[in-house]
C-alpha cells in the first residue's frame, strides 16, 4: 500500500529539515511509537502500538534512516508483532519544501503488512493510515509551531 500526505506548517524550511534529522524527537510525533531508541548511526527500535480493527497491534520495529540530499530523510523499518503472527515492512520518505510563510511537510510511504493484520484489508489501512498521519500532523506542527524545539 501507498500513502501520500502533505502537511503544511507555520515554520521555515530550514527549521522542519532541523527536526526532520532530529530521528527521536521526529518519532515522538508519532503516537504510536512507544519505547523508541535510537543509535548515532541512525538505525533505530520502536515499539509501535495501536488497534488495528479488531486486533491491538504491537509490532517491534527496527530499522534505520538516512538523511537526502536536500535536508529531507529516509526512513526503512521492519517488525513483526509475535501474538499476532502479523509483520510489516515500511519505507518513508520525508521532505519539507518553503511554501508562502511556512514550509510543507511531505511524507511518502509504502507498507506492506502480512499475517492476521492484512487479513483486515487495504480499506481498514486507509482509514488508520489518515488517523496516524492526522496525529503526526497536530504532533508535528506542536513541535513546529508552539515551541517544542526541534
Do not use: W, Y
Amino acid at each position: 500500500m501507498r500513502f501520500h500526505e502533505t502537511i503544511p506548517v507555520r515554520a521555515s524550511q530550514p527549521t522542519v529539515a532541523g527536526l526532520l534529522n532530529d530521528l527521536p524527537a521526529l518519532l515522538a510525533c508519532l503516537p504510536i511509537c512507544k519505547e523508541t531508541s535510537v543509535q548515532p548511526d541512525g538505525s533505530f527500535r520502536t515499539i509501535a502500538e495501536d488497534r488495528v480493527g479488531p486486533f491491538k497491534a504491537r509490532l517491534v520495529l527496527t530499522g534505520s534512516a538516512s538523511t537526502g540530499s536536500e535536508g529531507g530523510l529516509s526512513v526503512k523499518a521492519q517488525g513483526q508483532d509475535a501474538a499476532l503472527g502479523s509483520g510489516m515492512v515500511l519505507q518513508l520518505t520525508l521532505g519539507a519544501a518553503a511554501a508562502g510563510d511556512g514550509a510543507v511537510v511531505s511524507v511518502d510511504a509504502e507498507v506492506q503488512v502480512r499475517g492476521k493484520l492484512a487479513s483486515l484489508g487495504v480499506p481498514i489501512f486507509n482509514l488508520k493510515a489518515a488517523e496516524v498521519m492526522k496525529q503526526f500532523g497536530i504532533a508535528l506542527r506542536s513541535r513546529l509551531e508552539g515551541g517544542g524545539g526541534v
